[in-house]
């Protein structure tokens, strides 16, 4: 059974930085597509950043610049560092995972698998 648990959520002030971590288990090897969601209060799931099993990143116009995103393939880990961050960044960030996906990866990717969540609250 597949599992992602994200860690690293925390309150900080805008202009801040946080990095937080997802490292997922019961997948035999690396999934393809590995990315972060966010869902503020009373808002829907955002995507925010995807990443290919080579690397390749996609992020989401609200945050490039600012965040960024990694993954270790043999850990099957991806990790969001998160920079310049404003109160609307506040929000549960999610990690997710698919195994296979026809249409890339990237912020549009349906996702197949996803953590329980971490809290991020950016306020003075």
């Known amino acids: 059974q597949v599992q992602l648990v994200e860690s690293g959520g925390d309150s900080v002030q805008p202009g801040g930085s946080l990095r937080l971590s997802c490292v997922a288990s019961?997948?035999?090897?690396?999934?393809?597509?590995m990315g972060w969601f966010r869902q503020a209060p009373g808002r829907g799931r955002e995507a925010v950043a995807a990443i290919s099993l080579g690397g390749i990143t996609d992020y989401a116009s609200s945050v490039k610049g600012r965040f960024r995103v990694t993954r270790d393939n043999a850990r099957i880990a991806t990790a969001l560092q998160m920079r310049s961050l404003t109160p609307e960044d506040t929000a549960v960030y999610y990690c997710a995972a698919v195994d296979v996906s026809y249409t890339g990866c990237n912020v549009t990717t349906v996702f197949r698998s996803w953590g329980q969540g971490t809290q991020v609250t950016v306020s003075s």
């Open positions: 019961g997948y035999s090897e690396a999934p393809y597509c």
